[in-house]
């Protein structure tokens, strides 16, 4: 059979890449040193869930569960950026509900057009140009495009109705949903026609509201029996409960009495998700309908079954689907219970919601660092997003970018933090996650080969050299004249003392 009706899937998905950003320099004729011109790369391109007023069912999502945002380009010289990755935009219906893998709730998508960032799009990596500064004039290196971000989430649609209609299978749910409405469901004479919800729409004077039809429920619905669990999620928004009772089944072991005491069973074991902020099943208005009195028999029951359910405190009405009897008395009853679920939720919401302030401390570091066991010794792991994140920018195969990430560790107080925690030269130090972890023998004060040729990140050819002044030039020429002085003066005194003359004298000798 062709599934044509899905409301809950696992997607995996992928947010786009960034692009690398580009080392260049920049040559023209004329001009050998022009300077770094690398351009930035993209980028990547989100993952965003949008409620579209189209979608009526994740069916294509149960069809295709992996989808992947588009990467971004990469840069490229003469300061050229690499282009953005396209965001992939998913419609779901309203009413769905994104949960991770754990089955915590991430977003309820309520309300057309409200959107949620479900993945990220990496960062595209900084070009050469973008990384040169006063004391870095020409950088030999450029930064990493970082991997988008992948997620498995799970979306669960849960129907927006009014009023739930609940009930056995082939209780006339579905019938009453075509007359009250101008909804054309499956209806046949066989136990679960209704494999999935149907909503209709419903007018009682000036009163609009929707009914959904679920799928009929058993004993065990909440364990998942007879796809009681697929189903009763549709419960869940709907204010008020509409019990459908079938007065005219010929099965012996059942009567008004004890579905209603079944369903109501089902309902009180099922629990619904506390963090979207709706009441239990059991604390939800109700209504009973004792169905097809269009039957002999099957009213004289009802009338016989009503005065014990108003016993209970519950509001009754007998109507036939089929012959269209007190369907107008149940539809303004209905019209009553929504408008007074909707006062109350107008009431709830002009209370203006406290606003949690949690800002950050004075002494955050933005990192941590924790002194672990290992093997060969104790291992220091540096846990922090921005830590992660350089990591996963940095070109590990050149020294210069290796030295860049030295620098921002030190700025960021990576290395003070070091000495504070008990490391040593030689120690094993970690950073990043199990994925992308790097794992370096700490040295204080990290130098690359790069040190070797100069301070990094500069060019000797590109160094200023300013001519010196008027004073300047006076002031050496004065000095060169007083080492001169001083000079004659060592060689005068040197003479006077003998030491040539004896020379002399030694040389006439001979």
Request: aromatic content about 4%; charged content about 30%.
């Amino acid at each position: 059979m062709a599934v044509t009706f899905v409301d809950r899937v696992v997607l995996h998905l992928s947010a786009g890449a960034g692009g690398h950003g580009v080392a260049s320099v920049k040559r023209e004729k004329f001009k050998p040193l022009g300077g770094p011109d690398g351009g930035n790369g993209g980028h990547g391109g989100s993952v965003i869930l949008r409620v579209d007023p189209q979608a009526t069912t994740l069916l294509d999502y149960h069809r295709h569960p992996h989808r992947k945002a588009v990467n971004g380009l990469p840069g490229a010289g003469d300061e050229k950026n690499g282009a953005d990755g396209d965001d992939l935009v998913l419609s779901v219906p309203e009413g769905t509900v994104v949960k991770d893998g754990d089955g915590r709730i991430i977003m309820d998508l309520v309300g057309m057009g409200t959107e949620h960032v479900i993945a990220r799009g990496g960062r595209g990596g900084l070009g050469n140009k973008a990384l040169s500064s006063a004391r870095r004039k020409a950088p030999g290196f450029a930064l990493l495009g970082e991997p988008g971000e992948e997620v498995d989430v799970v979306l669960e649609l849960k129907t927006l109705a009014d009023v739930a209609l609940i009930g056995f299978p082939s209780a006339g749910k579905s019938s009453l949903v075509s007359v009250l409405s101008a909804a054309k469901p499956k209806i046949a004479d066989y136990p679960f026609t209704t494999l999935v919800p149907n909503l209709g729409v419903v007018t009682a004077g000036s009163a609009r509201f929707t009914v959904a039809d679920v799928p009929g429920l058993i004993p065990g619905a909440h364990e998942g029996k007879g796809l009681g669990l697929e189903f009763l999620r549709h419960v869940e928004r709907c204010s008020v409960l509409v019990h459908v009772i079938d007065c005219a089944t010929l099965e012996p072991d059942r009567d008004p009495m004890s579905d209603l005491d079944v369903i109501e069973n089902e309902l009180s074991l099922y629990v619904p998700d506390a963090d979207l902020g709706g009441k239990p099943l059991a604390d939800r208005t109700r209504i009973v309908v004792l169905n097809k009195a269009d039957v002999p028999e099957a009213r004289e029951l009802a009338e016989m079954v009503k005065p014990d359910l108003e016993a209970r405190g519950i509001e009754v009405f007998i109507v036939s689907a089929v012959a269209h009897q007190g369907l107008r008395e149940l539809s303004f009853a209905m019209a009553r219970h929504v408008d007074a679920a909707r006062a109350e939720i107008e009431a709830e919401a002009a209370v203006p919601k406290r606003v949690v302030l949690r800002p950050k401390s004075v002494d955050d570091k933005g990192f941590t660092i924790v002194k672990e066991n290992g093997p060969d010794g104790p291992i220091f792991r540096v846990a922090g997003e921005r830590p992660y994140r350089w990591v996963r920018q940095t070109d590990f195969s050149n020294d210069e970018a290796v030295g860049y990430l030295a620098d921002r560790l030190g700025r960021l107080g990576v290395e003070e933090e070091l000495y504070k925690v008990g490391a040593v030269a030689g120690d094993t130090v970690v950073i990043g996650t199990a994925e992308d972890a790097v794992v370096f023998d700490w040295e204080p004060t990290l130098q690359a080969g790069a040190e070797l040729l100069g301070t990094r990140g500069t060019d000797l050819r590109l160094a200023e050299s300013s001519r010196p002044t008027r004073d300047e030039k006076r002031e050496a020429q004065k000095d060169r004249y007083a080492a001169r002085a001083k000079t004659q003066e060592e060689l005068e005194a040197e003479r006077r003392s003998g030491l040539w003359h004896v020379a002399a004298d030694e040389g006439d000798d001979a």
